[in-house]
Nanobody, 114 residues
Framework: QVPLVESGGGLQQAGGSLRLSCAASAIIFKFSTMGWYRQAPGKQRELVATITTDGITGYANSVKGRFTISRDNVKNTVYLQMNSLKSEDTAVYYC????????WGQGTQVTVSS
């Protein structure tokens, strides 16, 4: 089983919305705070949102109020609802534990056109 599989990215206009999904293996997901990361061209990967097993969330200032992270503890899946997209949200998006200790998946490309 591939540990982490991200999906849902695509091309969207500024102001639009996308919903990302990440299917994780149970051994990664079950007892972990999960996070969404992104990496824009020429930049380091950054953590943008986290969610604990109890559903407590945290966000980077750059996405606060626009992005919402959630998780389904039965499906071992974490989601990222992205609203009011901006061109600076363009990046490859990945999920992982908040400690980033699992093997990285392939990510999903999000491109926002202005």
């Amino acid at each position: 089983q591939v540990p982490l599989v991200e999906s849902g990215g695509g091309l969207q206009q500024a102001g639009g919305s996308l919903r990302l999904s990440c299917a994780a293996s149970a051994i990664i997901f079950k007892f972990s705070t999960m996070g969404w990361y992104r990496q824009a061209p020429g930049k380091q990967r950054e953590l943008v949102a986290t969610i604990t097993t109890d559903g407590i969330t945290g966000y980077a200032n750059s996405v606060k109020g626009r992005f919402t992270i959630s998780r389904d503890n039965v499906k071992n899946t974490v989601y990222l609802q992205m609203n009011s997209l901006k061109s600076e949200d363009t990046a490859v998006y990945y999920c992982n534990r908040d400690s980033a200790t699992a093997s990285w998946g392939q990510g999903t490309q999000v491109t926002v056109s202005s």
